[in-house]
């Protein structure tokens, strides 16, 4: 049986007081409709059309072919939203999910239940419901004879009686195609906002005799659709409690899951920790056996097994194995290290690539380089990569020594084995195994310090008088 989504993501949202589409808004580094579009690729959705209105063409943007698309020019309504959907899916034979661009919660497994309870039963329409413990503003699920669901009223004209109902509507539904079609056809829309409701289809399937059931989900997290910023930072903690815990589950220690965030496509291999504080996004993927944190921030990169990073910050860079990072480094996009690489603190290394075993300690910038294995950079140690206008490269062999508070002045070799004397200012190459010193020799003037403080002191007195 065919598999079609129709994804709500027309509304502008102007609870949300953003210039930002309310279905781009990102939680847990991904915007909502993104999760949303996760979600039903993993129940093998065939065709997924996704209703735009405002902010269609960021909307489009950032989905671009995972989905087709359909506007809806004027706001009428969520019945009026999926009659949109009408021209592409109408005539279609099968099985089609509605899904709000705005519940970035709602679980794939939760959908394939709520499908397979919908094919088992016959049902012409499945609501998605949940029994939330305040059930304040959404509308009540009244179910009838034999726990089928009779009709869904909502809050303003609930009874005393059909207040009380716990169990409500999270606005998630899947229909056989045909017949959802068929009902928005005769929808109307007689009511104070004047606008076409996607709910008012149930009532509709029921008077025409057919069955709608309900699959009630045990997570009410899933029936949370954000309209504001209250309701996103809601949204968060949930998300990032849900990642946390399914870390936790494949064997990944982390110390204070409240003081932890973890974006969806972050991988992490088991029986790494991860101490408070720490940060990883974007599509990071984390070795076994690491140590994170205290408070490191990793973006959109590999860090491979036994790596021990701390107090540091990453970025589109690459930690080989047994390798340690931090405390207060900072690896830039293009930042490669091999293995057993040791960088320390105050060290920054941006678009360099360094061998195996190979260590900058401390107080030292590393750019535009490849270096290679068993190097030493002594503190202070530097590239001096950029003239202002162009980036040039800096090559250092295996086992070559970079003495402290060297200047290595790119486009610039170090040979196998050479040694940089501390202090030197390189312009030219060096030989495999040669010494080179390129510093100007010290010269002592026998007592002019007094002399130097009085000269200094009386250029101050001027400046004030």
Same mark, same amino acid.
Request: charged content about 25%; proline content about 2%; overall charge negative.
């Given at each position: 049986?065919? #598999?079609?989504?129709?994804?709500?993501?027309?509304?502008?949202?102007?609870?949300?007081?953003?210039?930002?589409?309310?279905?781009?808004?990102?939680?847990?580094?991904?915007?909502?409709?993104?999760?949303?579009?996760?979600?039903?690729?993993?129940? =093998?959705?065939?065709?997924?059309?996704?209703?735009?209105?405002?902010?269609?063409?960021?909307?489009?943007?950032?989905?671009?072919?995972?989905?087709?698309?359909?506007?809806?020019?004027?706001? #009428?309504?969520?019945?009026?939203?999926?009659?949109?959907?009408?021209?592409?899916?109408?005539?279609? =034979?099968? @099985?089609? &999910?509605?899904?709000?661009?705005?519940?970035?919660?709602?679980?794939?497994?939760?959908?394939?239940?709520?499908?397979?309870?919908?094919?088992?039963?016959?049902?012409?329409?499945?609501?998605?419901?949940?029994?939330?413990?305040?059930?304040?503003?959404?509308?009540?699920?009244?179910?009838?004879?034999?726990? !089928?669901?009779?009709?869904?009223?909502?809050?303003?004209? %609930?009874?005393?009686?059909?207040?009380?109902?716990?169990?409500?509507?999270?606005?998630?539904? %899947? &229909? /056989?195609?045909?017949?959802? &079609? +068929?009902?928005?056809?005769?929808?109307?829309?007689?009511?104070?906002?004047?606008?076409?409701?996607?709910?008012?289809?149930?009532?509709?399937?029921?008077?025409?005799?057919?069955?709608?059931?309900?699959? %009630?989900?045990?997570?009410?997290?899933?029936?949370?659709?954000?309209?504001?910023?209250?309701?996103?930072?809601?949204?968060? !903690?949930?998300?990032?409690?849900?990642?946390?815990? +399914?870390?936790?589950?494949?064997?990944?220690?982390?110390? /204070?899951?409240?003081?932890?965030?973890?974006?969806?496509?972050?991988?992490?291999?088991?029986?790494? @920790?991860?101490?408070?504080?720490?940060? #990883?996004?974007?599509?990071?993927?984390?070795?076994?056996?690491?140590?994170?944190?205290?408070?490191?921030?990793?973006?959109?990169?590999?860090?491979?097994?036994?790596?021990?990073?701390?107090?540091?910050?990453?970025?589109?860079?690459?930690?080989?194995?047994?390798?340690?990072?931090?405390?207060?480094?900072?690896?830039?996009?293009?930042?490669?290290?091999? =293995?057993?690489?040791?960088?320390?603190? &105050?060290?920054?290394?941006? *678009?360099?690539?360094?061998?195996?075993?190979?260590?900058?300690?401390?107080?030292?910038?590393?750019?535009? +380089?490849?270096?290679?294995? *068993?190097?030493?950079?002594?503190?202070?140690?530097?590239?001096?990569?950029?003239?202002?206008?162009?980036?040039?490269?800096?090559?250092?062999?295996? /086992?070559?020594?970079?003495?402290?508070?060297?200047?290595?002045?790119?486009?610039?070799?170090?040979?196998?084995?050479?040694?940089?004397?501390?202090?030197?200012?390189?312009?030219? *190459?060096?030989?495999?195994?040669?010494?080179?010193?390129?510093?100007? !020799?010290?010269?002592?003037?026998?007592?002019?310090?007094?002399?130097?403080?009085?000269?200094?002191?009386?250029?101050?007195?001027?400046?004030?008088?």
């Amino acid at each position: 049986m065919k #598999l079609m989504a129709i994804v709500l993501a027309a509304g502008q949202g102007k609870r949300m007081k953003s210039k930002l589409y309310k279905v781009l808004h990102s939680v847990c580094g991904k915007p909502m409709v993104g999760h949303v579009i996760d979600t039903l690729a993993h129940i =093998e959705i065939e065709k997924t059309l996704v209703i735009v209105g405002h902010g269609a063409e960021a909307v489009q943007g950032y989905l671009g072919d995972r989905a087709e698309y359909a506007l809806q020019e004027k706001q #009428l309504g969520t019945g009026h939203a999926v009659l949109q959907a009408k021209e592409v899916l109408g005539s279609e =034979e099968g @099985i089609t &999910f509605v899904v709000c661009g705005d519940t970035p919660l709602v679980r794939a497994e939760t959908l394939n239940k709520m499908m397979q309870l919908h094919k088992d039963s016959g049902a012409a329409g499945t609501i998605l419901t949940a029994e939330m413990t305040d059930a304040t503003g959404y509308g009540r699920i009244i179910r009838g004879e034999g726990g !089928r669901v009779d009709r869904i009223v909502e809050q303003k004209d %609930c009874t005393p009686d059909e207040a009380a109902v716990r169990e409500i509507n999270t606005g998630t539904y %899947c &229909f /056989d195609n045909r017949k959802l &079609f +068929a009902a928005l056809e005769n929808v109307k829309n007689e009511n104070v906002q004047g606008e076409y409701y996607l709910t008012d289809v149930i009532s509709i399937l029921k008077s025409m005799g057919e069955n709608v059931e309900a699959y %009630c989900t045990p997570d009410e997290a899933e029936a949370i659709g954000v309209n504001d910023r209250i309701a996103l930072s809601e949204a968060e !903690r949930l998300m990032r409690e849900r990642i946390n815990r +399914a870390h936790m589950v494949e064997g990944v220690t982390i110390i /204070d899951p409240a003081q932890t965030y973890i974006e969806k496509d972050v991988v992490i291999g088991p029986d790494t @920790i991860v101490h408070p504080g720490t940060v #990883l996004r974007g599509r990071t993927v984390i070795g076994s056996d690491c140590i994170l944190g205290p408070n490191v921030e990793i973006t959109d990169s590999t860090v491979h097994d036994g790596v021990v990073i701390k107090y540091s910050v990453l970025q589109e860079a690459s930690v080989g194995n047994e390798s340690s990072v931090g405390p207060y480094a900072y690896l830039r996009p293009g930042a490669d290290l091999g =293995e057993h690489v040791k960088i320390g603190d &105050f060290v920054e290394i941006k *678009n360099a690539k360094l061998g195996d075993g190979s260590k900058v300690s401390h107080l030292s910038y590393v750019g535009d +380089a490849e270096v290679g294995k *068993n190097v030493n950079f002594g503190c202070g140690a530097i590239t001096v990569n950029y003239d202002g206008f162009n980036k040039s490269l800096t090559e250092i062999g295996d /086992d070559a020594f970079v003495g402290s508070n060297v200047n290595l002045i790119a486009p610039v070799k170090i040979g196998k084995g050479a040694y940089v004397v501390a202090g030197s200012t390189i312009t030219t *190459n060096v030989e495999e195994n040669d010494l080179a010193i390129a510093r100007e !020799r010290q010269t002592n003037k026998k007592g002019y310090a007094d002399r130097m403080r009085r000269k200094l002191q009386a250029k101050k007195n001027n400046e004030k008088s």
